[in-house]
């Protein structure tokens, strides 16, 4: 279609409304035939990011690594860090054991990589041997001979210091007697003891005789009872002895048995130290009584050896093998710095260092961990203990009830473990920047940043690239191959997802969903490879499914409902075009935009921005058209207009400048007098110069206005004008690049106003002559008449004004 005599803007040829892909390089049939693309696409930034900080160990090195959530950046960080955990040491085993001294602190120690589970089993397997040697040596005849020996000596004692007493006794004529209450001293006489009566009848001198010879040999008796216990300590003491003894005899070959391999450790090696001191403490378990008994002392005997127990909290493969590299999925703060379980017991909770579990940071210490930033910040006290943990260089295990005053019962403070890990968080960028701004040790901590793209150039090589990755998808998820044609079409969306017809999206998931939707369709009709209209349906039912709203929007148009006209001229009206975005589908929508001028004290009112519904770029726009006037017609004169902009029927907040350039025309329209062409609609940000600048979404923009004008049918007189920078990122429907090949929609590519105002008015806006006036009969020229004319009207109402003061 031609453009109008008076502007020289050609429409745009139907190639260059669309870009197709070039695949010529590449041989294949199908993307069976391809090979899945060894590395990342166009993220070389990212990668070198990457590499940097996975290498460098200086501390706090680590590494946000930020993108689109489509992007899948995840995946691709986790091969990177694979990639780079080879490439790190083991590092070294961690182990909890039992503080002998303190057991509400468990002690950590380190061991070389792959050790900590050898030295695990060589304590169960010691205290398996404890028992069935101290069980036995118990047992044994020298020591059932040797205690009955001791049992006997005090024994002996005790009945020989009893006897002297009661001979001691009766040779003073007394007696000992045992009563219910204790013991007693009575007068005895011949052996027996006097009767009361007896007693009573004797002469005065005689029982004081034997009241006194009664209370000496009381005082023999307190004494010799009296040193009852310390016979009966000085027993145990020898049976203590004893058992510790044999003890010593039975576990010191187990012991250092069992302690053999890890000579050259000092720690392991104290601790089987201390357990051998612990073991010889409290030996006197194993020395059961026998009976009834002995069962109930096997439980408690098997309980107390699970002291000596080793928990492992992390191990590694051993000295050859990569560094770990763990990924927290569920990063709340047990998952991340570990915790501390509890049993319940007859009602009770209960605890133990067995019952310590290893987090995130345990179990990557010493390599990688991966941490989602959002999931790490949406869990309580994780994100505080991070920062905690990576800036004490230490890892404590926190309760995170206790931070809530929730604590009901007694726990552990294990031994905080020494951290040396790379962190790596991945997330949007919003979240990156918030921290950034609101945290001051994000920076401190965080000081690698990989910043993943979102595109890359479109080349005959990227496109190649590109056909190898949608080739490693399909294989990856089992999906039928595509056919060349069907590659070519993806590639061609990814460009249309990047808005830019030199640029291919790296939004992976967005692309994934096409060829699943794409394989599905193949599937359901039978065919073994997926095509080019597979992929071209698949796209359509995307669409579809999102655009109910845009349906409904297009729907009010067409009733005369919403009034957007598309033929016709109008003074002071124009077709102004903006995009709305919901949730992943956008579209755009033609708006009508009108003004009104009349003479007034030079201001441009922007009624959204009155009624609070225009946002700030969008009233930054309206204040530019100011300039735009006074720079051009008010040099030597001051302005002297009053005009109003309005978006008609607009009922929600506006925002953008993308609709300056058409408030723009409507507004030089209304000052010229000159009608615009309703035909066409128009976006595109305007500057001070009238030079019309980029917007985004134009390819919505200009489908939109081509809906309409379709259900309405086209005569071939409509089109679009669009700023001539965005001609780079048309990526049209096939339909609308159709209509233009046949002459029946234009696409124009306008640089300045003066070439918009041209098409949209017919008439030429000209430049000023050699004199500094416009052409007769331009744009330019009516509209300077017009406000020279506003001027007048001014002056003379203000002398009139004068003039009536003056008379007062």
């Known amino acids: ?168 006794a009766e040779a003073k004529g007394t007696a000992i007697l045992r009563t219910p209450t204790g013991f007693a001293v009575a007068p005895a006489q011949a052996g027996k003891v006097v009767p009361p009566e007896e007693f009573n009848a004797w002469p005065e001198e005689r029982k004081r005789a034997a009241q006194a010879a009664i209370q000496e040999v009381e005082h023999s008796l307190e004494e010799t009872l009296r040193a009852i216990p310390r016979l009966e300590r000085e027993r145990r003491e020898a049976v203590r002895a004893l058992d510790r003894e044999m003890a010593e005899f039975a576990l010191g070959h187990l012991i250092e048995e069992a302690s053999a391999p890890f000579a050259g450790l000092d720690k392991v090696r104290a601790h089987f130290e ?100 959002r999931s790490l910040l949406s869990e309580p006290f994780s994100w505080p203990a991070l920062k905690r943990a990576l800036l004490r260089g230490e890892i404590v295990i926190e309760d995170a009830g206790r931070f809530l005053g929730l604590a009901m019962t007694m726990t552990l403070e294990p031994d905080p473990v020494p951290l040396d890990v790379k962190v790596v968080l991945f997330g949007e960028r919003l979240l990156y920047y918030l921290l950034s701004a609101a945290d001051p040790d994000f920076a401190t901590l965080f000081k690698v940043l990989a910043d993943f793209d979102d595109e890359t150039e479109r080349s005959a090589p990227s496109e190649a690239a590109m056909a190898r990755l949608i080739g490693g998808i399909a294989k990856e998820a089992s999906f039928h191959p595509l056919e060349r044609a069907a590659v070519a079409r993806l590639i061609e969306h990814a460009a249309r997802l990047a ?12 692309i994934r969903d096409v060829m699943a939707e794409a394989d599905h369709l193949a599937r359901e009709s039978g065919r073994a490879l997926v095509t080019r209209a597979d992929v071209t349906d698949a796209i359509a039912r995307q669409i579809r499914r999102a655009a109910r709203i845009e349906d ?81 017609y008010a040099l030597d004169r001051p302005m002297s207009l009053s005009a109003s902009l309005v978006f008609e029927q607009s009922y929600g907040g506006v925002e953008g400048d993308s609709a300056s350039s058409a408030e723009l025309y409507a507004l030089l329209s209304a000052l010229s007098g000159l009608p615009l062409r309703q035909d066409l609609a128009v976006t595109g940000s305007v500057n001070q110069h009238g030079i019309v600048q980029a917007i985004g979404g134009v390819n919505e923009k200009i489908e939109g206005f081509f809906d309409i004008c379709a259900a309405r049918g086209l005569s071939g007189t409509e089109g679009v004008l669009i700023p001539a920078s965005n001609v780079q990122h048309l990526m049209l429907r096939e339909d609308v690049v159709a209509a233009a090949a046949a002459g029946k929609f234009a696409i124009y590519p306008i640089a300045t106003i003066d070439e918009g105002i041209a098409l949209l008015t017919g008439h030429p806006a000209s430049a ?41």
């Open 768 to 808: 000023r002559g050699a004199d500094g006036a416009w052409p007769e009969g331009s744009v330019n020229r009516l509209i300077e008449e017009r406000l020279h004319e506003y001027a007048r009207i001014r002056r003379e109402a203000s002398e009139r004004d004068e003039k009536d003061r003056e008379k007062r």
């Open 552 to 632: 409904r929007s297009r729907e009010m148009i067409l009733r005369g409902i919403a009034l957007v006209d598309t033929s016709g001229e109008r003074v002071g009206q124009v077709n102004g075009l903006s995009v709305l975005s919901l949730g992943t589908h956008a579209f755009g929508r033609p708006s009508r935009i009108t003004c009104r001028v009349r003479p007034g004290a030079g201001r441009i009112v922007d009624i959204e921005r009155e009624v609070e519904l225009g946002g700030p770029l969008h009233s930054k726009g309206v204040l530019i058209l100011a300039g735009f006037l006074a720079g051009r």
């Open 274 to 373: 201390q357990v051998r001191a612990d073991l010889l403490e409290n030996v006197g378990l194993f020395a059961g009584s026998g009976g009834e008994e002995e069962a109930q002392l096997g439980t408690v005997r098997s309980a107390f050896l699970e002291r000596y127990q080793v928990n492992v909290l992390v191990s590694c493969a051993g000295p050859d093998g990569p560094a770990p590299v763990v990924e927290e999925l569920h990063p709340t703060l047990g998952n991340l710095v570990g915790r501390v379980d509890y049993l319940s017991q007859q009602g009770a909770l209960v605890t133990n260092f067995q019952l310590i579990k290893a987090g995130a940071l345990h179990r990557a210490n010493g390599g990688i961990v991966l941490i989602d930033a």
């Open 499 to 510: 808005e830019d017809s030199e640029k291919l999206t790296l939004l992976v998931e967005r």
């Open 1 to 168: 279609m031609a453009a109008s005599k008076a502007s020289a803007v050609a429409a745009l040829a139907a190639e260059k409304l669309f870009r197709s892909a070039d695949l010529s390089g590449l041989q294949f049939a199908t993307t069976a035939d391809l090979e899945p693309l060894p590395k990342l696409l166009g993220q070389e930034r990212a990668s070198e990011a990457i590499r940097f900080g996975t290498s460098v160990g200086t501390r706090g090195f680590n590494i946000f690594a930020v993108g689109a959530s489509a992007a899948q950046i995840r995946p691709t960080i986790a091969a990177m860090l694979r990639e780079a955990g080879a490439l790190r040491p083991c590092p070294p085993d961690w182990v909890y054991l039992n503080n002998f001294a303190q057991p509400n602190r468990p002690r950590a120690i380190s061991l070389p990589p792959g050790r900590a589970p050898e030295f695990e089993k060589a304590m169960r397997r010691l205290a398996a041997d404890l028992k069935s040697a101290l069980a036995a040596v118990f047992e044994s005849e020298d020591y059932q001979r040797r205690r009955g020996a001791v049992e006997s000596q005090f024994r002996g004692r005790n009945e020989r210091a009893f006897q002297a007493l009661g001979e001691a």
